[in-house]
Nanobody, 114 residues
């Protein structure tokens, strides 16, 4: 299983970024994004099931939108109204249906500047 994330970068507060992740090597029941800011624990940002059910962190509600293309095993996180607190390394993850194992991408850095 491999997950390849892309789309991070530097953006000003109030701006937008789009993260994408492509998974290969299985069928994935859940895909999503976690993030880890310096000195903090990794936390869930948003997740989406293969049937389209979504779960968002309170901090992401109303600002971030997660979507998924099942045939392409791709998950996208559209982030808007970015805040300084959104600065973190964002990790894509996918839970394989057959074994219920979680797999992680390499992380993509998002930096929000004032």
């Amino acid at each position: 299983v491999q997950l390849q994330a892309s789309g991070g970068g530097l953006v000003q507060a109030g701006g937008s970024l789009r993260l994408s992740c492509v998974a290969s090597g299985g069928i994935f029941i859940t895909m999503g994004w976690y993030r880890q800011a310096p000195g903090k624990q990794r936390e869930l940002v948003a997740a989406i099931t293969s049937s389209g059910g979504t779960n968002y962190a309170d901090s992401a509600k109303g600002r971030f939108t997660i979507s998924r293309d099942n045939p392409k095993n791709t998950v996208t996180l559209q982030m808007s109204s970015l805040k300084l607190d959104d600065t973190a390394v964002y990790y894509c993850y996918a839970r394989r249906l057959r074994t219920q194992e979680d797999f992680w991408g390499q992380g993509t850095e998002v930096t929000v500047s004032s």
